[in-house]
């Protein structure tokens, strides 16, 4: 079957087929003589396989790992559970993260009036949690992010002033340019 209807029949596209094959997940297809692609049951069943992997959020190393002890006969369930519980860990770590992330974001919409003023408590919160970390760099950057918490009903300069006692350089400026925005002249 040609690339189209093997892609239809694992419900994928025929550009993640040649994707899957370029990285190793299928077999390469064999050519007619005019250089199409054929495929039969065996690559559409391991499409359809990849397809549902990447369903429950396995990314590509995993589900190459999955696989190869799919069709080894000699595998252990054991083996297969142990790659299974650490997606099943990454999946509860990012779920926690997007709790997270929803709750700080929960709260900062509820700080912000929604108004006809150019205060916002957004864009303040957003401004000051980046302000001091200019300098410090991008891991710095990431990891404050998530000090924006939930439930504090503190202004958010005085949140910056619990995370970052001391103003990085360049601040003023930032902050001079961030008020710019809100208050054009």
């Known amino acids: 079957m040609n690339i189209g209807d093997a892609a239809a029949a694992a419900g994928v596209t025929p550009k993640m087929v040649r994707h899957y094959e370029a990285l190793g997940l299928i077999p390469e297809a064999r050519r007619t003589d005019a250089g199409y692609r054929l495929y039969g049951e065996r690559e559409i069943a391991m499409l359809r396989f990849i397809r549902q992997s990447r369903g429950l959020g396995f990314p590509i190393e995993q589900i190459e790992s999955l696989l190869s002890l799919w069709r080894d006969p000699g595998r252990h369930s054991r083996e297969v559970k142990e790659v299974a519980v650490r997606q099943l860990a990454q999946l509860e770590e990012r779920q926690r993260e997007l709790d997270q992330m929803r709750s700080s974001l929960r709260q900062l919409v509820a700080e912000c009036r929604g108004d006809q003023s150019a205060h916002c408590a957004i864009l303040e919160s957003l401004a000051a ?9 991008p891991d710095r950057a990431r990891r404050a992010l998530k000090e924006v918490r939930p439930g504090e009903h503190r202004p958010a300069r005085a949140r910056v002033a619990t995370t970052a006692p001391t103003a990085a350089p360049g601040h003023a400026a930032l902050s001079a340019w961030t008020r710019s925005l809100a208050h054009p002249a």
């Open 129 to 137: 949690a980046a302000a001091p970390l200019a300098a410090a760099g």
